[in-house]
């Protein structure tokens, strides 16, 4: 169910471009990469349906969550090998609740050194400088998470 001024619904519709697509989806819930700047490698676990928070989730979606953010991490610390793997909830857009998405992302020392920045500031730093991924490097790093998710 698409919600108008909603970019989740709309990468997960195909209104708006998502580069390397769709990876994984079960009956609730949708992985796909992430379009903002937070490095290669970097998903997005989202339900399909447009929530605003988590006390409003269905005990369907509810009970694929936890799994799937489970796998989500797993296969992001086999592909990108990182010295930790941030799960965090975002939910806001322009200072307004919008889809709930988990950001699934590797931290790797490089990235927390290059920023001199570990977790939330970490973060905050990488949209601070803006740059978005190279779209070759996410296709090509999507092909190999599709592979994972495939074999689980």
Same mark, same amino acid.
């Given at each position: 169910?698409?919600?108008?001024?909603?970019?989740?619904? *709309?990468?997960?519709?195909?209104?708006?471009?998502?580069?390397?697509?769709?990876l $994984?989806?079960?009956?609730?819930?949708?992985?796909?990469?992430?379009v903002?700047?937070?490095?290669v490698?970097?998903?997005?676990?989202?339900?399909?349906? %447009?929530?605003?928070?988590?006390?409003?989730?269905?005990?369907e979606?509810?009970?694929?969550?936890?799994?799937?953010?489970?796998?989500?991490?797993?296969?992001?610390?086999?592909?990108?090998?990182?010295?930790?793997?941030?799960?965090?909830?975002?939910? $806001?857009?322009?200072?307004?609740?919008g %889809?709930? %998405?988990?950001?699934?992302?590797?931290?790797?020392?490089?990235?927390? *050194?290059?920023?001199?920045?570990?977790?939330?500031?970490?973060?905050?730093?990488?949209?601070?400088?803006?740059?978005?991924? *190279?779209?070759?490097?996410?296709?090509?790093?999507?092909?190999?998470?599709?592979?994972?998710?495939?074999?689980?």
């Amino acid at each position: 169910m698409s919600t108008p001024a909603c970019l989740a619904c *709309d990468l997960s519709t195909g209104a708006a471009p998502l580069p390397g697509g769709r990876l $994984h989806e079960t009956g609730q819930w949708v992985v796909e990469h992430c379009v903002g700047p937070l490095g290669v490698g970097t998903l997005v676990v989202k339900p399909l349906r %447009h929530v605003l928070n988590l006390g409003l989730l269905t005990p369907e979606e509810s009970a694929e969550m936890g799994p799937l953010l489970r796998q989500a991490a797993a296969a992001v610390n086999e592909i990108a090998e990182p010295e930790q793997v941030y799960t965090c909830l975002w939910s $806001h857009s322009g200072g307004v609740p919008g %889809h709930v %998405h988990f950001v699934v992302q590797p931290a790797t020392r490089t990235e927390m *050194d290059r920023f001199d920045a570990y977790g939330p500031a970490l973060q905050m730093a990488m949209f601070r400088e803006g740059v978005l991924p *190279d779209p070759f490097a996410v296709e090509a790093v999507c092909a190999r998470f599709r592979a994972v998710f495939a074999r689980d």
